[in-house]
């Protein structure tokens, strides 16, 4: 099955810095990428997500990398905002398991 | 559009209660998911639906626990009984073309409580 793994595990970082939080998937047939963003006692949420065929994609201050090759996707927030503050999780899905699989999450809290 | 709906937002039970937890897809999304969190284990995924069937409920902790989806519309999830260690939030999704390039739509969540 799917591994899946966050890193780091939690981020504080000053507002108006970037922020990268990379995930780790063990499955080659993994084929979308998408980022959940999900704030203290509220539901998960889509934010931006990426598909195999593309190596980024950028939305605003948000963008999502991905390296096939190497296994591992990329969540890069720019000018952080104390609204970013929250916990981003990654979900690889496989194709033909159509399942997301939630990474354990990382923390982020950015400090005014 | 309403997005997901899921009820009870809040349910406190004593231990060997029955509890049932229900959850309303977007309509026109054909695949639903039930998920729970926890502090230790994350986010899980239970059981999920295409079409009102159940495709895959590897993730189901034990005979405790059951899910149904009688309709496009509806979904339940039961624990029969419940113990302390269920006490979690549940989560009910919906998506989709398989969720690709439109993700999840995750509802409220239910807060479980079992003392």
């Known amino acids: 099955g799917e591994n899946v793994e966050q890193h780091p595990s939690t981020l504080s970082v000053q507002e108006g810095d970037s922020a990268v939080i990379k995930c780790t998937y063990s499955?080659?047939?993994?084929?979308?990428f998408p980022w959940y963003k999900q704030e203290l006692g509220k539901r998960p949420q889509l934010i931006i997500d990426?598909?195999?065929?593309?190596g980024e994609k950028k939305d605003q201050r948000i963008a999502v990398t991905l390296n096939k090759t190497a296994k591992h996707f990329s969540l890069h927030i720019t000018e952080t905002q104390p609204e970013d503050s929250a916990v981003y999780f990654c979900?690889?899905?496989?194709?033909?398991?159509?399942?997301?699989?939630f990474g354990s999450g990382t923390r982020l809290l950015v400090r005014p | 559009d309403a997005g997901v709906i899921q009820s009870p937002r809040h349910e406190v039970t004593e231990m060997g209660q029955e509890v049932t937890l229900r959850c309303k897809p977007i309509?026109?999304?054909?695949?639903l998911f039930w998920y729970r969190q926890t502090m230790m284990r994350g986010l899980e995924l239970l059981i999920y639906?295409?079409?009102?069937?159940?495709?895959?409920d590897s993730g189901m902790p034990e005979d405790r626990f059951s899910a149904k989806m009688p309709n496009a519309s509806f979904s339940t999830l039961k624990i029969q009984p419940s113990e302390p260690r269920d006490s979690a939030v549940y989560f009910c999704?919906?998506?989709?073309?398989?969720?690709?390039?439109?993700?999840?739509?995750f509802g409220s969540g239910t807060r479980l409580t079992v003392v």
């Open positions: 999704a919906s998506s989709r073309d398989r969720g690709r390039g439109y993700g999840y739509t």
């Open positions: 499955d080659s047939a993994s084929n979308y």
């Open positions: 990426i598909r195999s065929n593309v």
């Open positions: 979900a690889p899905l496989m194709d033909s398991s159509y399942k997301l699989i």
């Open positions: 309509s026109g999304h054909d695949y």
């Open positions: 639906f295409n079409n009102n069937v159940p495709i895959d």
